[in-house]
């Protein structure tokens, strides 16, 4: 995560999850929550960029072990307020960048709302760490935003690789630049091509989701 994204979430920790109470989002959620629980049943699971554990908790009582990662001390402190099953969830300070650096063996992956944190030129090399942690056929789910016109925070710049940003207020005043990109089902399934099979890509109407297994290496 760049320096001035983690200083952002940072920042943000204490009020992210307001995000999740928009009135206009509660049915995609629910269909949300519903496909990923369903997605991680009995698996080993890592999940990037975990942030405050909104969703390690929804999934939290249906895999067998879920290792949740984030780079923000400050997100973690939250996450780790919550209430887990016993022994079943692991909270760790890790970059989704660098993976190796987590121990443990994985039949699945989750990322909620962290492709949109990725610099487009950098995709490439962060599927290909994610998939060197992987066992062969591994779940892979990621979810995220959809842009909608008066529920999304407007666009305000987009730079010369086709990034596109946001300027978002915080309660204290303060205003960040914080990268937010909102990919097409063509531009992410391109990007895992010789990484993935049974590739679903699921829209809804404020969310998308991405599932699918990956290739035996």
Known sequence: MTDELQHYYARRAREYERVYAKPERQTDLAALTTLVRESLADHDVLELACGTGWWTERVASVVRSLVAC???DEVLEV???KRYPDGRVTLTHADAYELDTIDGRFTATLAGFWWSHVP???????????HR??????RVVFLDNRYVEGSSTTIAERDDAGNTYQRRRLDDGSTHRVLKNFPTRD??????RGHAQRVEFIELPYFWCLRYDAVAR
Do not use: K, M, W
């Not at 487009?120 to 994610?130: C, D, K, M, T």
């Not at 942690?133 to 591994?138: K, Q, S």
């Open 70 to 72: 984030d780079t923000s």
């Open 79 to 81: 996450a780790a307020s």
């Open 120 to 130: 487009r030129p950098r995709l490439p090399q962060f599927i290909a760490g994610l």
């Open 133 to 138: 942690r992987l066992e062969p056929g591994a």
């Open 187 to 192: 531009e992410v399934t391109a990007l895992l």
